[in-house]
């Protein structure tokens, strides 16, 4: 699996401090890899050029039940559009990043977290506001 997703995936499996999270165009991915570990909710955000994420957004949901996981894919964009290999100043790549961001938000809003985690989840949300306006 790629790196973004295998070290978010580590921290919501080891770590007790972290008690959600979302994989932003993942690649890579083998069912045995992740999703059969995670026990916490999780969204999934998928571009053109990952592999269809339903069969482990299926298991997450007969596992998490629909309420601790969500799947969204983009098809007519690139990989990585919202990290390194994006360009804000394309429409098309702009307005995908900031679906991506009210994604994240809603599942901040809907999942109950331990307060410093939705404290920093709050700030980061208002840093990426600013960054967006």
């Not at 992740?34 to 050029?49: G, H, R």
């Not at 596992?63 to 429409?91: M, S, T, V, Y």
């Not at 900031?98 to 999942?111: A, G, H, P």
Request: hydrophobic letters at 40%; a negative charge.
């Amino acid at each position: 699996m790629g790196w973004g997703a295998r070290v978010t995936r580590n921290a919501l499996v080891e770590f007790p401090e972290f008690k959600v999270a979302a994989f932003i165009h993942p690649s890579f991915w083998k069912i045995e890899d992740a999703f059969q570990m995670i026990q916490k909710p999780l969204l999934l955000v998928v571009s053109q050029d990952e592999d269809d994420m339903i069969p482990y957004y299926n298991v997450l949901k007969d596992r998490l039940g629909e309420d601790n996981c969500a799947h969204h894919r983009f098809d007519d964009i690139h990989h990585g559009f919202a990290g390194a290999r994006g360009d804000l100043n394309q429409e098309l790549n702009r307005r995908r990043v900031d679906q991506t961001l009210d994604l994240v938000r809603i599942l901040n809003k809907n999942m109950t977290l331990h307060k410093n985690i939705y404290s920093n989840s709050k700030f980061l949300m208002a840093y990426a506001d600013k960054l967006y306006d």
